[in-house]
């Protein structure tokens, strides 16, 4: 049920190998009206992109099956990315200057450290990228 | 929890050029205890692989289904009959099998397309049948015999064979689809040299050629965010650091073959990366020998270095790794036993230690070994070397490490594919020669990290076990690793495997 301070509902996918990061996630977005799908790694991820559109995405920057660099890659220039412009907050548990320029570059609108800030992950995912709006 | 974590890759390699990343990497304790472990990744196919994997599988069929037909056939009286009848379908399936290969049935493309992979293998059995008909008759068989044979085995061996061009052919789409079966590529360079070739690879698919993303190696920050759709990554730095989180397969050096100085910069650095280093020569004025060039759509390559160990080769060592190991189990598992009870009654802590080290692409793996010092000494990042009388080590401890006993659970790390049996050994992350970190010792350090790191080493049967205390130690390590690498093969590894035993045998160098 949207609640008042969400004005739109987003599909969002959140992918994390972490459990306890990936429900509490999944359960704050939910909570502010969104449409959430949880996976737990790369393999599942593109697939997911595969099959559906989603507005946006939260993606862990290390997972045993493969990393948020090539996640963010697969959307941006992949064969089978439904939705290339979608939103792209990459997140991890310490964030390096050099793959996070790199995270950038490759298309990502954001990266997190962990623990994700909830407020500026929710304003990025709900204004939307300038690539949307292009 | 699902498929996908059964595969266990690290997924973050430690960068080679900060060592603030490096340290970092101490501090997550966590990220690797659940990063550590096997190599192949979950996304990526070689197709090298699956098409010689098919070819193998297609001759194995050829070759039993030659030999059923024939002595289902007919009786075979005395043994020249039989090896005539043998040869016969050896001949067959040889001749089927260069054929096939000629004419591409085995390219990528036409094992993903079913009808045209079939056709071609149409092709090579009315060659192989031809080729048979004309030996047999030149050696006195009969010929409503052979006819038989040729029809038979063309009636089971296309049916067979076409019906698993169908299966694989789906799955091969499908892969080609997500862009698995892709060769992942970065370019390096600048200037017209740089837009030539993004320019000719952004014709090729991208299910065969992924460009990842260019570098500009002069770091010119005006320059614009996309060329040719290709996002611009950054400079060399980013490269490596880029090239080891996307396990790039293919790194393309495009600039002006005049510019010596800056090729020769870039290839120092590249070099120590496991990818293969091409360097374009599309704008060449010179023209070699078309043999000289590899080509990658239809851009020339000049090939200045090459991925070791990779493709079949690595599929090969990697199931000979597992065999020999579970072998090796199975065998010592008595003297496993007898030091996991010695080690428990000696002191007190668990049996295992386990070290994070440095694995293949610099990711870390961790190590598996007996514990041989008392727990609160042991040392997780071996910043200090352990020396003669060392009073950490345990009373056990010193002859397991005497005996290298203690290194036994390392052939549980081959079973997870994060160790081979023969490679460089595993270097601990914080280890030091002279006060110094390895990488800053031995120029060309990183470059041991490009094959799997093994139980056992080219080095350590050389005479260059135990301590690495000094510059020279470490550098003749380095410099036996690299042999290795550049003159893998099979035998070699099993030789050293062979010539291990003999070299404990000289204990003086491990306490």
Redesign the interface.
Known sequence: MPSKNSPKSLKILVIDDDVVTRKLLGAALLARGHAVTQVCGLTQAGEAIAAEIFDASIVDLNMPDGNGMEFVHLVRRGLQSRNPTMTIAVCSAYAAPRPSALLKRLGADAVFEKPVPLDALCALIETGNQRQAA | ?????A??????PV?GI?P??AS?DDA?K??VS??A?GHI???KISSEVVARFQKSLDAAALLTLGLMVEFALFDHLTLFESVRAISLVMLATFTFIVVAREAGAYSIAHLGQPWSGVLRLGISAAAAGFVVMAASLAAGFDLARLTLWVLAWWAFSLTILGAARLIVGKYIRRWG???RLAVRVAVVGGGRELEAVLDRLSRVS??EV?V??YFDDRGNARDK?HTF?V????DI??LV??SR??RIDTVIVAMPLVAENRLWVILKRLWVMPANIRISALSTRLRFNRRAYSQLGDVPLLDTFDRPISEWDYVVKSVVDRILAALMIVALSPVMLATMIAIRWDSKGSVLFRQRRYGFNNELVEVFKFRSMYIDNTDQNAAKLVTRGDPRVTRVGRFIRKTSLDELPQLFNVLRGDLSLVGPRPHALKAKAADRLYDEVVEGYFARHRVKPGVTGWAQIKGWRGETDTTEKIEARVEHDIYYIDNWSLWLDLYIIAATPFSLLNTNDAF
């Open positions: 929890m699902n498929a996908s974590t595969f266990n890759q690290p997924a973050r960068s900060s603030a990343d970092k997550s966590d990220d659940k990063s472990g990744t979950s996304r689809q997500a862009g991208r299910a992924d990842c993303g965010t759709g996002p611009r990554l950054g730095d980013d650091e880029f989180w996307f």
